[in-house]
């Protein structure tokens, strides 16, 4: 299914729930460039009821999800809430391939985008990302299949590249795992315990490729539990440094967020 047959389902999902779609994004192995035939899609989208509907005594769902497809949709309130509370989906989700359902709908996504850089908050999303990989460690660690152990290798390799960037660069790293790897040959800030060696971005690029291909015979799985350990050791040590990291946390970005949550519901209403 290409992202645009996925957001015409997106389409005819609000006009069940009705509710109005504002902007959709990619998610899961499709956008991190490492998906094979086998790969389901998996779309967030956001939308927004009647500004009159949010004053009705039911309860308003702020959430609903496909029956049978990874697509879900989430409330604009709530995805901004959780963006104010600087959680990491949201934050991928902004920096994943996304259309917007209008001209207001792609002010707002802009806004939000804008807002969202400066409210990066990199001890917490550092630590979210550092949290995450050990949940993939844990999937390479109890599979036996040799298909899910490659995503899960992948995936913790990809949250403690992400992590690293992130606390070294203090910016959001990039979502596609290529460009990510890509940025691992450039010692960061002469950190020599967080050098990435050229073997281990070889064989990622490599295993990479081959799961896309879906072609495993080659790889070597007693090679690949040496490559998790070596990064397991690297992450234990990001993750005490990011405990002894200050608080990087910024103060008054709620308050934007409720501004453009306001304007545009006014905006909504003439």
Known sequence: MTFVEAIDIVKNLCEQHKVIPLFAFRNGSKAYGYDNANSDDDILFVYYRQPLDYFSLNEVDNEFKHPDMDIKGWDIRKFIAILAKNGWNTYEALHNESWTASETADKLLASLISIAHKNLDVKKITNTMLCCALRDRTKY???????????????????????????????????????????????VENKSDFEIPYDII?????????????NLENIDLKYMDMI???????????????????????????????????????????
């Open 141 to 187: 660690l109890t599979n036996q299949d040799k298909a899910k152990k490659v995503k899960a290798c992948l995936s913790f390799a990809r949250m403690n590249f992400s992590a690293r960037y992130l606390f070294f660069v203090k910016e959001y790293p990039p979502v596609n795992f290529e460009t990510l790897v890509g940025t691992l040959g450039v010692n």
């Open 202 to 214: 070889a064989f990622f690029k490599f295993l990479m490729y081959t799961r896309k291909s879906m």
């Open 228 to 270: 998790m350990e070596v990064l397991f050791v690297a992450h234990q040590k990001l993750m005490k440094l990011n405990d002894n990291l200050g608080d990087t946390s910024k103060m008054g970005y709620v308050s934007k967020y409720e501004k453009l949550l306001k304007e545009f519901f006014q905006s909504q209403l003439k």
